[in-house]
């Protein structure tokens, strides 16, 4: 059974940076890719940085430029350094991993951003 183990998260000032961990166990054979989506409240879960296990990243528009999506494949852990960061990135920050043909998810951080 994957796991997915997440830290990181929690308050800070407009124009601060956060770093967020994601560590993944159990059965990762054929592991993807890893990354993050988030989730507002009121609103739908967005993406926001994945890496694949070829070492591709993708951001969201909305982020580019201001987050970093890095990881240790021999650890299959990611981090998301959050930089310059604005109250609309206030969100639950959800890990997860495709495995084979699975996404499993991490039980979510909290990400808050004051003006």
């Known amino acids: 059974q994957v796991q997915l183990v997440e830290s990181g998260g929690g308050l800070v000032q407009a124009g601060g940076s956060l770093r967020l961990s994601c560590a993944a166990s159990g059965g990762l054979f054929r592991l993807n890719a890893m990354g993050w989506y988030r989730q507002a409240p009121g609103k739908k879960r967005e993406l926001v940085a994945t890496?694949?296990?070829?070492?591709?990243?993708h951001y969201a528009d909305s982020v580019k430029g201001r987050f970093t999506i890095s990881g240790d494949n021999a650890k299959n852990t990611v981090w998301l350094q959050m930089n310059s960061l604005k109250p609309e990135d206030t969100a639950v920050y959800y890990c997860?991993?495709?495995?084979?043909?699975?996404?499993?998810w991490g039980q979510g951080t909290q990400v808050t951003v004051s003006s």
């Open positions: 997860y991993a495709a495995v084979r043909e699975y996404v499993y």
């Open positions: 890496k694949t296990s070829g070492g591709e990243t």
